[in-house]
């Protein structure tokens, strides 16, 4: 991930959790909305886990993330990532 997305994060979610008295950001699940039509780039992901290479829970997923081109592949691209996320929780 690039460093300026990875500092955000960094100092962003601590004041999430601040903000919501520490109630949910222990279980939260990270979701990005898409900001943009296509993305320029695509963030990495594993082809087994599609977890993003050294950021351990982090899924790029649809078109924010370069995998897919319209609103149906994007679904169809988080459908499939939730299903390999449940499919490891089990």
């Not at 699940?29 to 963030?43: K, N």
């Not at 990495?44 to 351990?56: I, K, Y």
Request: proline share 9%; glycine share 14%; no cysteine.
């Amino acid at each position: 991930m690039p460093p300026l997305i990875v500092e955000a994060l960094r100092e962003g979610l601590p004041v999430l959790d601040r903000r919501w008295q520490g109630r949910f950001l222990p279980e939260a699940t990270l979701v990005g909305p898409e900001a943009r039509g296509s993305a320029p780039v695509r963030i990495l992901r594993d082809d087994l886990t599609r977890q993003a290479p050294g950021v351990e829970g982090l899924y790029p997923v649809g078109e924010g993330a370069g995998y897919a081109g319209g609103i149906v592949s994007a679904a169809l691209d988080g459908a499939r990532v939730a299903e390999r996320i449940v499919a490891s929780a089990g």
